[in-house]
T-cell receptor
């Protein structure tokens, strides 16, 4: 049973517009969440994270929102750029050292010029 | 130099052969992981190690084994490779309070 779900396998957005990637989780023990970005033929790279004590974290063009009551988080990219085209993985973690991160299956974002 | 390195980067082998994939890290992390990526299936955890004396099975450990030779080295072996083990394999390390994982560049393995 998937504990972390990314229900959209793919998303296309025009350059300059907002990209919104969504992630749902089922385990209420998760207390921090991360987004990773992956280009073809490269390993995933850490993008941004959020602790369960916050509902928003911002880093430049990237903002992650967390809605604990809905067990939902989203990644907003504004403005979207062609270089943002990649696969984005959502991941969730329990208190450090207990269990590894749990990853979603990823969403492929295509930013069209 | 990269913090997490994997060797080889590409490997083609035949069914039944034993294969070892190696991972080294210079981040000083205690925790290391092996994942495989298949199209549409995301990242699936094969094995993980929280320190040198700790080895744990992940979601899909059958057909694989690992060895944690040192804090910085974690190798993955396919005892008798089969075609459905054709995939991208990633090593990762983590440490610190947030346990953020840092990935290597991957090994593309093809089993004929």
């Amino acid at each position: 049973d998937q504990q972390v779900k990314q229900n959209s396998p793919s998303l296309s957005v025009q350059e300059g517009r907002i990209s919104i990637l969504n992630c749902d989780y089922t385990n209420s023990m998760f207390d921090y969440f991360l987004w990773y970005k992956k280009y073809p033929a490269e390993g995933p790279t850490f993008l941004i994270s959020i602790s369960s004590i916050k509902d928003k974290n911002e880093d430049g063009r990237f903002t992650v929102f967390l809605n604990k009551s809905a067990k939902h988080l989203s990644l907003h990219i504004v403005p979207s750029q062609p270089g943002d085209s990649a696969v984005y993985f959502c991941a969730a973690g329990s208190p450090p050292g207990n269990t590894p991160l749990v990853f979603g299956k990823g969403t492929r974002l295509s930013v069209i010029a | 130099d990269a913090d997490v390195t994997q060797t080889p980067r590409n490997r083609i082998t035949k069914t039944g052969k034993r294969i070892m994939l190696e991972c080294s890290q210079t981040k000083g992390h205690d925790r290391m992981y092996w994942y495989r990526q298949d199209p549409g299936l995301g990242l699936r955890l094969i094995y993980y190690s929280f320190d040198v004396k700790d080895i744990n099975k992940g979601e899909i450990s059958d057909g694989y084994s690992v060895s944690r030779q040192a804090q910085a080295k974690f190798s993955l072996s396919l005892e008798s490779a089969i075609p459905n083990q054709t995939a991208l394999y990633f090593c990762a390390t983590s440490g610190g309070f947030t346990d953020t994982q840092y990935f290597g560049p991957g090994t593309r393995l093809t089993v004929l």
